[in-house]
């Protein structure tokens, strides 16, 4: 290639590869997703595991050996417990060992980086396992979370390319801007509302502010990964993904907006007297017929 040639030719093949593989992506894990039970739960298992394996790679040099195998160990007796039907044990051994790992990488080197990264493993994995359970209205709750999700990449990158503008957080992620920020956001409401609209359903009370938040959440979690890439100066969490480096690269907006949704309805259900309560208590208080 001589020096004037433009680079143009090669972010068109980048952009292209990003977009096949991300279809191709989004098929299998809606196909899954649909399926549900059992293979929507495995499939959140291999991500949680697959999440942890690049989390500590980007923090390898601040993680030993022995609390990531800790982690490793904590995080599949978290996904045996869960698989077996015991989520308040699988709480219990994901609170335990985040407390275990922490004090003891804190006590031995002043850090939490493990304790962390069973954290973000373990949790998105009981979110989306208890968002979708074995119902209709659980399918539903996760595909809005996707859409939300997808909506807010997809929209944010391009408002963010074709507008411009200031930064939104330039010592984090020098390409992000306002514009891409608040382009996410309207990405996100559009996206969910059109496939409530699909389901025959119409928003209810507090939807369009959930969608918001969930919308915001998904961004915080890019950022918070744009964050530990640039603190250990790594350019991906992985190869996987053509187009998109590892697993971690592609959920991070993800595993904060399931979570954050997970936690608010599950705070709900408390007060429910509804079966299969999380994606129930979301059709009958955030839907309308």
Not at 14 to 36: C, D, H, N, Y
Not at 162 to 171: F, T, V
Not at 188 to 201: I, P
């Amino acid at each position: 290639m001589s020096a004037n040639a433009s680079p143009e030719p090669f972010l068109n093949r980048e952009l292209k590869l990003r977009i096949v593989s991300a279809i191709v992506l989004a098929v299998i894990v809606l196909f899954m997703t649909w399926i549900g039970g059992p293979t929507f739960q495995l499939l959140w298992a291999v991500a949680a595991l697959l999440i942890f394996n690049e989390y500590s790679n980007i923090t390898k040099t601040a993680m030993p050996a022995f609390p990531k195998l800790a982690g490793i160990g904590f995080l599949l007796l978290v996904i045996a417990a869960y698989l077996g039907g015991q989520l308040l044990g699988a709480e219990i051994i994901l609170l335990i060992g985040f407390v275990l790992l922490a004090l003891w990488e804190w006590i031995s080197a002043k850090s939490i980086f493990a304790a962390i990264g069973l954290a973000y493993a373990g949790l998105p994995f009981i979110a989306m396992s208890e968002l979708r359970l074995d119902t209709l209205s659980g399918l539903l709750l996760v595909i809005i979370v996707f859409a939300c999700v997808w909506g807010a990449d997809v929209f944010a990158y391009f408002s963010g390319r074709s507008i411009g503008g200031p930064k939104l957080a330039p010592r984090i992620s020098p390409k992000k801007t306002w514009a891409g920020f608040i382009g996410g956001i309207l990405g996100s409401v559009l996206l969910s509302w059109a496939v409530v609209a699909y389901a025959g359903k119409a928003p209810g009370p507090g939807f369009f502010a959930l969608i918001v938040v969930v919308a915001v959440a998904s961004q915080v979690g890019d950022l918070a990964e744009s964050v530990l890439k640039r603190k250990f100066d790594v350019k991906d969490s992985g190869t996987l993904i053509p187009g998109h480096g590892g697993v971690l690269d592609r959920v991070d907006g993800l595993i904060f907006s399931s979570v954050l949704l997970w936690f608010v309805l599950y705070i709900m259900q408390w007060n429910s007297s509804f079966d299969n309560a999380i994606p129930v208590i979301f059709d009958n208080v955030f839907l309308s017929p």
